[in-house]
Every structure is written in structure tokens, then in C-alpha cells.
């Protein structure tokens, strides 16, 4: 467990916690401030947000791909995702909290149990 805490991990969580931030302005944004314009405005100005995304994104997984394996570092993308969705849509999008959030981070919860179980790099 102390492999986890290492700086690359945390590193590359910081990198893809700021990156998921973007990528969901970028993917759902658009739905509340721009539901009235031409979609092409939309995909443009998400394609824009896009970008800072993957400024930060390709150099979160070069990092951890130096202390994980890919599908670690898939695994937790997929954790931070949600982590960052679940704020966004119920303070943002004014979405109701539902308890399928919490069987949802559950599962990605197990699923990261057993990409990180045994040793860090496998």
C-alpha cells in the first residue's frame, strides 16, 4: 500500500482529478449554458475546454504509466470520474442525489480493490 502513496500516483491523481474538471465541463457543460445554441457552437467551445484536458491528461498518464500498469491507471481515471461527476451534476446540474451514485462508487471501489491488490506495478 505505501507503493500508492508514492509521488508519481499522487502526482498523476492531482493531474487526472484537474484534467476530469475539464473533460466534464467539456462533455456536459454545454447541456445548461449553450442548450440554446447551434450544436456546432457547442462542439467548438467543448472542443476548446477539451484541450486543457488533455494538457493535462497525457502528462498524468505518462506519469503514472512510470509507477502503474495501464489497467491500474484506467481504473483510476474511471474512480476520479466519477468523484469529480457525481459534485458536478448534483451542484451544477442541479441533478437529484440518488443513492445509485453511492452503489456506482461501490463498484468502481472493487474494481479498484482488485487492479491495485498485490503489487503496484502488475
Known amino acids: 500500500m505505501s507503493g500508492l502513496l508514492s509521488g508519481p ?8 482529478t484537474a484534467s476530469n474538471v475539464f473533460m466534464t465541463f467539456a462533455w456536459y457543460g454545454h447541456l445548461k449554458n449553450l442548450s440554446g445554441r447551434p ?13 486543457f484536458e488533455y494538457l493535462l491528461q497525457v502528462p498524468a498518464n505518462r506519469i503514472g504509466a512510470t509507477s502503474m500498469s495501464l489497467s491500474q491507471l484506467k481504473m483510476l481515471q474511471e474512480a476520479i470520474a466519477l468523484t469529480v461527476f457525481v459534485p458536478f451534476a448534483v451542484f451544477y446540474m442541479k441533478q437529484p442525489v440518488k443513492l445509485d451514485f453511492l452503489w456506482a462508487g461501490l463498484c468502481i471501489m472493487g474494481a479498484l480493490y482488485f487492479m491495485f491488490r498485490g503489487s503496484t506495478g502488475g
Not at 457552437?41 to 477539451?50: D, E, F, V, Y
Open 9 to 16: 500516483i499522487v502526482r498523476t491523481v492531482l493531474l487526472l
Open 39 to 51: 450544436w456546432i457552437i457547442a462542439a467548438l467551445i467543448s472542443w476548446g475546454i477539451a484541450l
